[in-house]
């Protein structure tokens, strides 16, 4: 069966702290997407990278940074933590060409206190 | 850019009722998806729909894609209390877009 994994279920980290939210797939996917989720306001999209080293900005990149350096792992990096990046953090990556659903991860619980 | 209006945004119902939600956009989508996501965990995928005006089931659930392709909906029928979760729908342009929009989700909550 397929799998996203998410290396956290939960995390706290003090503000100004850098934060690494990792994520590995095993599906051979190009496209990988991290997103947040917050309560009301439904998943937004941080950044995606179709492929290896290849990233691109999603609706809300601002204090993020992500790194691909392998097909299989798609990396999110808060340079700077800051209490509003309090959230759960979901990552997926996507079938193959002529298919668009995605697979999740079970996401990370991140607290920055 | 696109915008997806999911609704309602929560639903109280009790076991054994039929339950009904939908997204509306504002652009046309070529691809539309209904995912559940359960306390704690990531979205899964429920349906996939391709056409307009196809309808299609997995078990109680029945999904359809609008004939306008701005809209879609999802019935679950004589619902049980493991339908608990947060219900999204998805949408897709298509092409080389294979960005997902996503609605604000609908939460499902089943009394037994």
């Known amino acids: 069966d397929v799998k996203v994994t998410q290396s956290s279920r939960y995390l706290v980290k003090r503000t100004g702290e850098k934060v690494f939210l990792e994520c590995v797939q095993d599906m051979d996917h190009e496209n990988m997407f991290w997103y947040r989720q917050d309560p009301g306001l439904g998943l937004r999209l941080i950044y995606f990278s179709y492929d290896v080293k290849m990233k691109e900005k999603g609706d809300i990149p601002e204090g993020y940074s992500v790194s691909r350096e392998k097909k299989e792992r798609f990396s999110l990096i808060l340079e700077s933590a800051s209490t509003n990046q309090t959230s759960m953090y979901l990552c997926?990556?996507?079938?193959?060409?002529?298919?668009?659903?995605?697979?999740f991860g079970s996401g990370t619980r991140l607290t920055v206190v | 850019g696109q915008q997806l209006n999911q609704s309602p945004q929560s639903m109280f119902i009790q076991e054994g009722e039929d339950v009904s939600m939908n997204c509306t956009s504002s652009s046309i989508f070529n691809t539309w998806l209904w995912y559940k996501q359960e306390p704690g965990e990531g979205p899964v995928l429920l349906i996939a729909l391709y056409k307009a005006g196809e309808l299609t089931s997995n078990g109680r659930l029945t999904a359809q894609f609008g004939i306008t392709r701005k809209d879609s909906f999802l019935n679950i029928s004589a619902s049980i209390p493991s339908d608990v979760g947060i219900y999204f729908c998805a949408g897709s342009s298509g092409g080389s877009n294979y960005k997902l929009t996503f609605g604000k989700g609908t939460l499902l909550t089943v009394n037994p």
């Open positions: 997926a990556s996507r079938a193959p060409a002529g298919s668009y659903g995605y697979t």
